[in-house]
């Protein structure tokens, strides 16, 4: 099952002729039944691929992942809302939690505000392109060479040792006395050290989409409220901001939920020791070290609920677009 | 600037100079910002050549400095001795089948919402946007079981056929958002000629569609390759089958502070990303622009 080379050939042969064979078929069938079934059926069946493997990956799982947060570790007895007090009380589920809202906030909040600047800044500067490529690049890279760059940025040698990680590093010798600070075990700077790396990821997205968005606004209205005297910064908050707010909420609600998400940067820089611990490691745990699966899939259940205002908000949205179309 | 100075008038210079000025703090804020980007991946690709004796002591920023002392050793090392070079194989035997699979079965979804009348179609579409923001982890025990059922765990074709559950809200949504803008009387009158809706899909929409399927294959494909939680998840106990997301994560544990070793691994993980990046950026940005809502 495992020869990638005869994996590569079925894959990249096999895949594509069956889905085109698919088509191909169904219409082949289509032709032959009654027109009124045709009329029918054919949604349906082009649909029919997807129907399936959203219901195997996402529906039958989601809805199978609430019964079992209810089932005790094996998923052999009916436990009730057990697994739901365990997790809601329990010390290190409580600091994950704490641990979101951080992330929840400060990722959040710094990461719109600063690709909104970025967007402004850049905006005004020759070589905007070539700023943009590069804030946006790490979105290309995974968040576990991201963690990896990051480790070493942070790397921590005793006071008097020659510093190998550039924060302490840069730190020693801009400030005179300065002592290293072990940047991912401080209880006071760990949590804030793993949030950077997440927005030195994330900024780009959030440059580029708000950047195409300022793109938007009309240059005669900047222009106009300049002739009547308005400074940058009253042209920022009275114009800039309100035209660009349906966009900020976009990008917002993405960045809302991959906070709400956060695992890769934890996992990598310090699976959760220190007080670093979010929720979605506190569920791999549960799942792969203690191997209780009721509450594994309990917490599963409350990320999936903290993510329903984010839901509804994209649903309002989507109908909202699809009422101007 | 010099030679501009000679025939115009003298304040106009300086008016000049002064609007010069009073941009410094502007393009000091963004080339700063730009370093500050830049310079801590720059720091993770001199440290991979550097011999590891050197590594441990001194700071990647003197290998700036001559005597320059570089090396391939710690490439060699991580690629042979730390499964790197297998675990860079199974990156791509995973990352195609998933970035191909789900396009062509979004594909065939989108046009039947956006082209085909029938009962349901809305609340069925509207499902699907909310599946978009679907935590993964609601998802990982019922299909970990199931793989277990049909032994599948640690299997390519398990990782394949994840990736391209989770990829499709997405690309459905994308792709029926941009065939849905398509000219409507074209493809009208298409059906109005008497062509089959086989022909109408492979001979007009697929063709148009082609923008929106590059931006999502790039997505999916960077999405994919990027991915820790659900290779480690279904396939993690497996180094036969392992990407490079989960043995560079194991490699952080066992290697701690070979910053040479991890940084090489790093970087051979990253570079393949980078080219597709550099090189498809516009499509990249257009997929980021066209559906910010994933989850």
Redesign the interface.
């Known amino acids: 099952?495992?020869d990638?080379v005869v994996?590569?050939i079925v894959?990249?042969i096999g895949?594509?002729a069956a889905?085109l064979g698919?088509?191909?078929v169904i219409?082949g069938i289509l032709?032959r039944v009654p027109a009124r079934w045709e009329r029918?059926l054919?949604?349906?069946l082009?649909?029919a691929?997807?129907?399936c493997?959203?219901s195997?990956?996402?529906?039958?799982?989601?809805l199978?992942?609430v019964y079992?947060s209810m089932l005790d570790a094996r998923s052999a007895t009916f436990v009730g809302v057990n697994n739901y007090l365990f997790v809601l009380t329990n010390h290190d589920m409580l600091l994950a939690v704490r641990n979101n809202l951080l992330w929840l906030v400060f990722f959040t909040g710094i990461t719109v505000s600063a690709g909104l600047l970025?967007a402004v800044?850049?905006d005004?500067?020759r070589?905007e392109s070539l700023?943009k490529?590069?804030?946006?690049?790490?979105?290309?890279?995974?968040?576990?060479?991201a963690?990896?760059?990051?480790?070493?940025?942070y790397?921590f040698r005793p006071a008097g040792a020659?510093?190998?990680?550039?924060l302490n590093?840069f730190l020693t010798a801009a400030l005179p006395g300065f002592r290293p600070v072990g940047w991912l075990v401080n209880l006071l700077t760990d949590n804030f050290a793993l949030i950077a790396v997440g927005v030195?990821i994330w900024v780009g997205?959030s440059l580029?989409?708000l950047s195409?968005a300022l793109k938007g606004i009309p240059a005669e209205l900047l222009e106009a409220a300049r002739v009547d005297g308005a400074t940058e910064w009253q042209g920022f908050w009275r114009i800039i901001l309100p035209t660009l707010s349906s966009t900020i909420l976009?990008?917002t609600?993405?960045l809302v939920?991959l906070a709400?998400?956060a695992?890769?940067i934890v996992?990598?820089?310090t699976n959760g020791n220190f007080n670093t611990e979010v929720i979605?490691n506190r569920?791999?745990k549960e799942?792969?070290n203690i191997h209780h699966?009721g509450r594994?899939?309990a917490?599963?259940?409350l990320?999936?609920v903290a993510?329903v205002p984010?839901?509804i908000v994209?649903?309002r949205r989507?109908?909202a677009q699809e009422a101007v179309? | 600037m010099v030679k501009a100075g000679a025939s115009p008038p003298r304040p106009r210079v300086w008016q000049l100079w002064r609007a010069r000025a009073r941009r410094v703090p502007l393009h000091t804020v963004v080339v700063g910002l730009c370093l500050l980007w830049l310079v801590p991946a720059v720091g993770l690709l001199v440290s991979s050549f550097r011999p590891p004796r050197l590594a441990a002591i001194s700071g990647w920023w003197s290998a700036l400095a001559p005597p320059y002392q570089f090396t391939l050793e710690n490439y060699r090392a991580v690629l042979s001795a730390y499964n790197m070079e297998r675990s860079f194989l199974n990156s791509l035997v995973i990352t195609i089948p998933a970035t191909v699979i789900p396009i062509m079965v979004a594909a065939y979804a989108a046009y039947a919402f956006a082209w085909m009348r029938f009962r349901g179609r809305e609340p069925l579409f509207t499902l699907v946007v909310g599946s978009l923001v679907i935590p993964l982890q609601m998802t990982l025990i019922p299909v970990l079981r199931l793989f277990t059922a049909f032994k599948l765990v640690g299997t390519f074709p398990a990782v394949w056929l994840a990736h391209a559950g989770y990829g499709l809200p997405f690309a459905i949504y994308l792709l029926r958002n941009f065939m849905g803008a398509l000219p409507k009387d074209v493809l009208e009158s298409a059906s109005i000629d008497g062509a089959r809706p086989l022909a109408v899909f492979f001979g007009l929409v697929l063709p148009l569609s082609i923008p929106a399927m590059a931006s999502l294959a790039i997505f999916q494909f960077l999405w994919v390759w990027n991915d820790l939680l659900v290779a480690l998840i279904y396939v993690g106990g497996t180094p036969a089958v392992a990407p490079m997301t989960v043995t560079i994560s194991n490699l952080v544990n066992s290697l701690g502070q070979n910053w040479q070793l991890l940084s090489a691994a790093a970087f051979i993980s990253m570079a393949l990303p980078m080219v597709v990046f550099f090189a498809l950026q516009q499509f990249f940005v257009r997929g980021i622009l066209a559906g910010a809502i994933k989850g």
């Open positions: 099952m495992n990638p994996l590569a894959a990249l895949v594509p889905q698919y088509a191909v219409e032709e029918i054919r949604p349906w082009w649909l691929p997807a129907l493997l959203l195997v990956f996402l529906v039958y799982p989601a199978h992942t079992l970025l800044l850049v005004r500067v070589y700023a490529s590069v804030i946006f690049l790490p979105m290309a890279i995974s968040a576990v060479a963690g990896v760059i990051w480790k070493f940025v790397e020659s510093q190998i990680g550039l590093a030195w997205f580029v989409i195409a976009v990008v609600t993405t939920i709400l998400k695992f890769d996992y990598v820089m979605a569920m791999y799942m792969f699966f594994a899939s917490i599963a259940v990320l999936f993510t984010v839901m994209n649903i989507f109908r179309r």
